[in-house]
Each structure stands twice: as structure tokens, then as C-alpha cells.
């Protein structure tokens, strides 16, 4: 495979999604980066912004198994894993799998369920395999989390933990439509007040697993010149001692930045990474990863104020 062959998969998953999906070009564009290099996605915004329905047609653009898990307060970890049950015709032990067996899962209103429940995936996002009654199973090199949560409303709701949040390459903040693609919404969509149905759009799968794996291993060898290796570093270290900012990115967070520089290369048809894909890529990546001080909080200064003041801090290589 080559980088033309990567930019067909991008435009060929960008026309089928935009048969469904008016706008959110940039959450496409994070997603498809993510999927490029094996990350999850976090995706925040109010209700009925698009957030479900567009992972579900993300999904579809893709030949990989996708499941779905509604998350709610009385849920626990093994309706998220799955439990081993005992069968009284063999009297043995077999595991009944749980939805986190897929390999697109779509967590749906991921902070309405407690915290050990949010940490069953924990693992699952980290090394791609969980881990019941103490026998580990894989899940497979394609798993990707996406998850969705609502900022607005507070009651019953459970705030992400730090080791969580850090376990996603972006946390993308879908935002209201402009008026022109609101108007185009409610004129494909507004013939019923439900959401619309996939299998409506004629949407189908543009991109196989082995052109998936192929596409991957290609971005990770997009070229990353030792300069932007200086530069990614600075960026991570300087969020260490922003006066605004309590705790700052993990080493982790710079791994995940230089890797998503270069899928977001990939997505834009360069077999080499510049300073500008590191800049735009800095606030989805870091947003969930940094604490802001109690200072900070009460005069309303943002993590994303925050970010975009180091960014034009650290000089960019030339």
C-alpha cells in the first residue's frame, strides 16, 4: 500500500459518512486520524448534536464488527466484559461475552455509569485485551473506543477520571451547526422526530481489515524529523509549568502526539510531518489531559486558552 492508496480509504470513508452526516468536519477528520493510528475518541457536546449518529456512520464505512454499550447508573463491570457462567450439561465454566467484544465499540453516554464500571475499560483501551477471572483475552489490533458524554447536565453523572481521559488520543467538543448546515439537517432528516435510520443513506463498507492494518502500518513510518521530536517534547514539558495549569501531560500524551501527527500527515497526503500538524493537533490531544488551578477555575481561564498560549510560547522548528 501506498500514501495514495491511504488518501483514497480517507476520501472514500469521508463521501460515504457525508451521505448521513451535514458538517462536523473536523470530528471526521479526528476520527479518521484516530483510525489511522490506533486511537480512541471521546467525543462531547450537548444533545442531539450528532454525536451517536455519527460514530454509527463512521462504523458503517468500515468492514469491522461494531457493538454498542448505553451506559447507565446501575451498571457493572461484567455487563461491560461479560461473565463466565456455569453450565450444568457439561459442568464447566464458559464465558458468556459481553458488547466489549467488537472491534468499533461505541460507548454511549460513557459518565453516566460509575467509576468501576468506566474502569473495565481501562485495560481494554490500553493494551487491547481484558481480562476475566484471571484468564486474558484478546480483543484484536482494529479495537477502538468511542466514546460520547454530555457536558451539560451534571445529575447522575460520573466525571471521567484522569488515568480514563488519558487513555484517548482526542477528546473532541462537538459544537452547534452554522445556520446553512442546520437548514441542510432538518431538510434530509426532518421528515420524522426520531434519528434517522443508517440503512436509509445507502451507506456501505469502503475499506477492508487488511486495508486498515496495511494503512497503519504505512503511517508509522511517516517521516517525524528529529526537530519536531524537540518540538513535541517542549510542548509536553511546558504544560508541566504553565502557571495556569496544576498537572500537566503525561509522557504518554507526547507518545500519542507524535503518533497522531503523523496518521493527521497520512489523512492529509504528506509522507512527512510539518509543525503545523502538531499545532492543530494540540488541543484535542492535550484538553482532557492537563488540570487547570483553582485560580485558573474561578477567573474562567480554559484548558484550551491554556494550550493555545503554549503553542504560541514554544517556537516551531523551521
Known amino acids: 500500500m501506498d500514501l495514495q492508496q491511504v488518501g483514497s480509504i480517507v476520501n472514500n470513508?469521508?463521501?460515504?459518512?457525508?451521505?448521513?452526516?451535514?458538517?462536523?468536519?473536523?470530528?471526521?477528520?479526528?476520527l479518521l486520524t484516530s483510525?489511522?493510528?490506533?486511537?480512541?475518541?471521546?467525543?462531547e457536546g450537548a444533545?442531539?448534536?450528532?454525536?451517536?449518529?455519527?460514530?454509527?456512520?463512521?462504523?458503517v464505512c468500515l468492514s469491522l464488527e461494531f457493538g454498542r454499550v448505553q451506559f447507565t447508573p446501575d451498571m457493572m463491570p461484567g455487563d461491560v466484559l461479560g461473565?463466565?457462567?456455569?453450565?450444568?450439561?457439561t459442568n464447566t465454566f464458559a464465558l458468556t461475552r459481553g458488547p466489549i467484544f467488537t472491534q468499533i465499540l461505541l460507548a454511549d453516554e460513557i459518565n453516566r455509569t460509575p467509576p468501576k464500571t468506566?474502569?473495565?475499560?481501562?485495560?481494554?483501551?490500553?493494551?487491547?485485551s481484558v481480562t476475566i477471572d484471571r484468564q486474558t483475552y484478546n480483543l484484536g489490533d482494529e479495537f477502538m473506543v468511542v466514546a460520547t458524554q454530555n457536558p451539560i447536565e451534571q445529575q447522575g453523572t460520573y466525571p471521567l477520571p484522569e488515568a480514563q481521559l488519558d487513555r484517548f488520543l482526542f477528546k473532541v467538543v462537538t459544537d452547534y451547526p452554522s445556520r446553512d448546515e442546520e437548514r441542510e439537517i432538518v431538510t434530509r432528516h426532518g421528515r420524522y422526530s426520531a434519528m434517522p435510520k443508517i440503512a436509509d443513506f445507502a451507506m456501505k463498507a469502503v475499506v477492508s481489515r487488511e486495508e486498515l492494518l496495511?494503512?497503519?502500518?504505512?503511517?508509522?513510518?511517516?517521516?517525524?524529523?528529529?526537530?519536531?521530536?524537540?518540538?513535541?517534547v517542549e510542548?509536553?514539558?511546558?504544560?508541566?509549568?504553565?502557571?495556569?495549569?496544576?498537572?500537566?501531560?503525561?509522557?504518554?500524551?507526547?507518545?500519542?502526539?507524535?503518533?497522531?501527527s503523523r496518521a493527521y500527515a497520512a489523512v492529509c497526503g504528506r509522507d512527512f510531518v510539518i509543525p503545523d500538524d502538531i499545532k492543530r493537533l494540540a488541543l484535542p490531544l492535550l484538553r482532557h489531559r492537563i488540570v487547570m488551578t483553582p485560580t485558573a477555575d474561578i477567573e474562567g481561564i480554559t484548558s484550551d486558552q491554556a494550550l493555545r498560549d503554549i503553542v504560541d510560547q514554544v517556537p516551531a522548528p523551521r
Open 13 to 30: 470513508i469521508r463521501s460515504e459518512v457525508g451521505k448521513a452526516i451535514v458538517g462536523q468536519e473536523e470530528a471526521v477528520e479526528l
Open 35 to 43: 483510525l489511522l493510528c490506533g486511537g480512541h475518541v471521546l467525543l
Open 47 to 59: 444533545p442531539g448534536t450528532g454525536k451517536t449518529f455519527l460514530v454509527q456512520s463512521f462504523a
Open 83 to 89: 461473565t463466565n457462567l456455569f453450565n450444568f450439561q
Open 118 to 128: 468506566q474502569a473495565a475499560l481501562l485495560q481494554a483501551m490500553n493494551e487491547r
Open 214 to 232: 496495511q494503512a497503519r502500518a504505512l503511517t508509522a513510518e511517516i517521516r517525524l524529523t528529529d526537530a519536531l521530536v524537540d518540538y513535541i
Open 235 to 260: 510542548i509536553i514539558r511546558t504544560t508541566r509549568r504553565h502557571p495556569e495549569i496544576e498537572t500537566g501531560a503525561s509522557t504518554r500524551a507526547a507518545n500519542m502526539l507524535a503518533s497522531a
